[in-house]
């Protein structure tokens, strides 16, 4: 595995494209985080679109070492830790709801 920033495959444009699409990447997935960690709430996030977007996500991580790119890599690992940290609040979440009707 040779990891380089930028792919010689595709134009200097696309690269460029693909550094912008890490960048929006963080900026979304950031508020995300920072809203389920403060509120410790994820009521309105669905547990199979979590779900779904760790394993598809992790088939692109898989697909980004194959060939070598780094910038599909970070992208994808920012897109699974992402999900991954608001599914744990997702299953603290149901563990309590779980939880306050055992005891009802």
């Known amino acids: 595995m040779k990891f ?3 792919d010689s495959n595709v134009s200097f ?3 460029i494209a693909i550094v912008i699409a890490n960048i929006i990447n963080l900026v979304y ?3 995300q985080m920072y809203r389920t960690y403060k509120t410790k709430r994820t ?3 669905s547990g199979w679109f979590l779900s779904l977007r760790v ?3 992790a088939l692109w991580v898989w697909y980004a070492v194959e060939v070598d790119s780094l910038l599909m890599l970070v992208n994808n690992i920012v897109t699974v830790f992402s999900s991954v940290f608001v599914g744990y609040y997702k299953l603290v979440e149901i563990q309590k709801k779980e939880l306050a009707t ?3």
Do not use: G
């Open 55 to 57: 394993v598809s996500n």
């Open 29 to 31: 997935n950031a508020p």
């Open 4 to 6: 380089e920033i930028f």
């Open 102 to 104: 055992f005891v009802v």
């Open 43 to 45: 009521k309105d996030i």
């Open 13 to 15: 444009t696309m690269n």
